[in-house]
């Protein structure tokens, strides 16, 4: 079960995705949002735990949290 | 009571199914009792792969096409149109031209890829692309005087169509521009999206060294977010500014508008299982090639696999037999590394690429193909 009360402004779903499109389909969710937006990733990839916090430390966005419930994995990224 | 096949696309993915559907219900065609519907909007038929090579003067646009009617068996119904609505639920496919609206027992989309230039702005005015004809001469336009400064690769979209062009146009730019004497007085800069050169992790590791090797500056984790022409410079999302002289650049890529209006999924693209290619959200649809979300690279071997296994699993169920066929995953690239010399890729789901040693033997067998490729099309290869 998620442990985060986060209210996303938008998720990408991006389960079954196999590396890198979760982080891309993260990217261009990210290039239309708004500062300050929370966009939620879903991912089943373990792939994505690295991708997506290393592409979050190149930029100013923020990742708020990560919740993992079985094999699935939630990110929360803070637009800049 | 006849069957209705209807195939929306006349690229790769849709002629191969046509000619092969063609073959296989023969008897049914024949009869009347099944009818096959191909629907492109353009007259002539492109293999798009021919526009690597015009920006180095090697082809021209013409070569990369060739009128549908002469590639597509006289079984099929052939018409130039474009559909402006998918109705799922009525089973239906509204015309631009008409007459009237086109009904289906079964419909395959194979609708490709479009370019989305206008989503980075800038891109439009400051970049050309080689993935379409327009960008590919305006690319060969600039190449040709360019004798010195900064050329820039940029992946900025992605997914796009054939994943190794990219690369395959530094590794030819490279030796291109060597060979006329001009590599010493032009940079070359490869950026990515991620943290590699590649998606493929294995296609990375072996392109890093490549280009480490020939000189190719290469710039990751760079996501462009605008270009502005006039002071030549590309700036991303993570904050980089590169400077260019000419930027070839891989532009955002969707499908069409049809698809995504028919809630088949995001972008243009449609939402499939990617084993039986059965759309997610409608009955009796299918989509193949670039159109998928098979999370394979959207390239012409993947539309043309992906074509016979819609074919059998069509000829199944018309015959009133389970469907048994599945696509795999299986992809196979040849990846030009010079103008001499190229590497060969083949991998599906469960087996990654293990890119082959450069060639010139691989680089000829690539040209050759791209000449037997109009077989393919014609569903004899």
Redesign the interface.
């Known amino acids: 079960m998620p442990t985060t009360d986060i209210e996303p402004t938008d998720t990408v779903d991006a389960r ?6 979760p ?2 389909d993260l ?1 261009s969710r ?2 239309g949002a708004e500062s300050g937006d929370v966009i939620r990733l879903l991912s089943d990839n373990d792939q994505s735990l690295t ?1 997506v916090s ?2 979050v430390d ?3 966005n923020e990742l708020l949290a990560v919740d993992e419930s079985g094999d699935e994995y939630e990110f929360y990224v803070e637009v800049a | 009571m006849t069957d209705r096949i209807a195939i929306l696309g006349g690229g790769t993915g849709g002629a191969v199914l046509a000619n092969n559907l063609a073959e296989r219900l023969r008897p049914e065609i024949d009869a009347g009792d099944v009818e096959v519907t191909l629907i492109n909007d353009d007259p002539d038929h492109v293999y798009k792969p021919i526009w690597l090579y015009v920006p180095f003067g090697k082809r021209e646009p013409a070569d990369a096409r060739r009128p549908l009617q002469s590639l597509v068996d006289d079984r099929i119904d052939l018409r130039i149109d474009r559909v402006t609505r998918i109705d799922t639920d009525g089973k239906r496919l509204e015309l631009r031209d008409g007459p009237g609206s086109l009904a289906y027992d079964y419909l395959v989309v194979a609708t490709g890829s479009t370019l989305a230039p206008t ?1 980075i702005p800038g891109l439009e005015e400051g970049g050309h692309d080689y993935y379409s004809e327009s960008g590919s001469l305006a690319l060969r336009d600039d190449l040709l005087s360019m004798t010195e400064g900064h050329l820039v690769l940029s992946v900025i979209g ?2 796009h169509m054939c994943p190794a062009a990219p690369l395959e146009f530094v590794f030819m730019a490279d030796d291109w521009l060597r060979e006329r004497g001009l590599r010493e007085d032009v940079d070359i800069t490869y950026t990515y ?3 590699r050169v590649h ?1 493929n ?1 294995h296609i990375a590791e072996w392109a890093e060294p490549i280009m480490d090797e020939r000189g190719i500056d290469v710039e990751t ?1 760079f ?1 462009a ?1 605008a270009i502005d022409p006039e002071a030549g410079t590309v700036t991303s ?3 980089t500014e590169i400077d260019y002289d000419v930027l070839a650049a891989i532009p955002p890529h969707r499908g069409v508008d049809v698809v995504e209006e028919a809630g088949l999924g995001d972008r243009g693209w449609v939402d499939v299982n ?1 084993h039986t290619l059965e759309a997610d959200e409608a009955e009796d649809v299918y989509a193949l090639g670039d159109a998928a979300t098979t ?1 394979v690279p959207k390239a012409g071997s993947v539309a043309h696999y992906q074509a016979g296994v819609v074919a059998q699993r069509l000829e199944s169920e018309i015959r009133g037999r389970p469907a048994t066929e599945t696509y795999d995953g299986k992809t196979l690239c040849f990846i030009e590394t010079g103008m001499d010399s190229a590497s060969y890729v083949e991998f599906d789901y469960e087996n990654p690429p293990s890119p082959a040693p450069p060639s010139e033997k691989l680089h000829w067998s690539k040209l050759a193909y791209n000449e037997s490729y109009w077989l393919t099309a014609r569903g004899l290869l």
Request: net charge negative; aromatic share 6%.
């Open positions: 079954g995705a196999a590396c890198p499109g982080l891309m990217i990210v290039r991708d290393e592409w190149e930029t100013d | 989503e992605t997914p999206p991620i943290q998606g992790p984790f996501n977010d999302m993570e904050g990617k999370g």
